[in-house]
């Protein structure tokens, strides 16, 4: 079956600076790959997400990269602000079959 | 409130009963996904469903859990013969396609 990790598990930035969360997976028949913003308590929330024939894809502040050949794909939050601080999650999906990473904690110090 | 809706919100339950819950996707979406999330790991897929069609169940997803979809709009998603390891957060998400899922709030379940 699929495999998804994510590095780091922690991440502090200071307040304006980038963040770059990385994640790799196993199966080369995943095709979708969303990322998910989890504050505490509450629902993940869809951020951004990369279909296979893309290899980039930006919205303002955010954007993912995707290398399908070394099954790696990466999330880019730049100007960090402090209401970015969260719990991120990767995932790659294969039709309906979803596998998670393991969440990044990102702390955004003002 | 259109998105995602689960019932109930909290659920306290003794080891050994039944649990039931309730997943009501946006309209119009023709896939339910449940998950499972404990703390500090991400959603853990269980299964989903295109319309009624439940088409892919996890293995580790043992025979005390079942799920249904019965007319293609909501879902539910039983526990039998609960245990403690069964506490986690459960969520349910929909899209429209293969794409875009967006999750409810989640039934959080305690078993005593």
């Known amino acids: 079956g699929e495999n998804v990790e994510q590095h780091p598990s922690t991440l502090s930035v200071q307040e304006g600076d980038s963040a770059v969360i990385k994640c790799t997976y196993s199966?080369?028949?995943?095709?979708?790959f969303p990322w998910y913003k989890q504050e505490l308590g509450k629902r993940p929330q869809l951020i951004i997400d990369?279909?296979?024939?893309?290899g980039e894809k930006k919205d303002q502040r955010i954007a993912v990269t995707l290398n399908k050949t070394a099954k790696h794909f990466s999330l880019h939050i730049t100007e960090t602000q402090p209401e970015d601080s969260a719990v991120y999650f990767c995932?790659?999906?294969?039709?309906?079959?979803?596998?998670f990473g393991d969440g990044t904690t990102l702390t955004v110090k003002p | 409130d259109t998105g995602v809706s689960q019932d109930p919100r909290h659920k306290i339950t003794k080891r050994g009963q039944n649990v039931t819950f309730r997943c009501d996707p946006i309209s119009e979406h023709n896939r339910l996904y449940w998950y499972r999330q404990t703390l500090g790991q991400g959603p853990e897929f269980l299964t989903y469903f295109q319309n009624e069609a439940q088409l892919e169940k996890s293995r580790l997803l043992s025979d005390r859990f079942s799920a249904e979809r019965p007319k293609g709009s909501f879902s539910t998603l039983e526990i039998q013969r609960t245990e403690q390891g069964d506490s986690a957060m459960y969520l349910c998400?929909?899209?429209?396609?293969?794409?875009?899922?967006?999750f409810g709030q989640g039934t959080r379940l305690t078993v005593v």
């Open positions: 990369i279909r296979s024939n893309v």
């Open positions: 998400a929909s899209s429209p396609d293969t794409f875009e899922a967006f």
């Open positions: 995932a790659a999906w294969d039709a309906g079959k979803s596998t």
């Open positions: 199966d080369s028949a995943s095709n979708y």
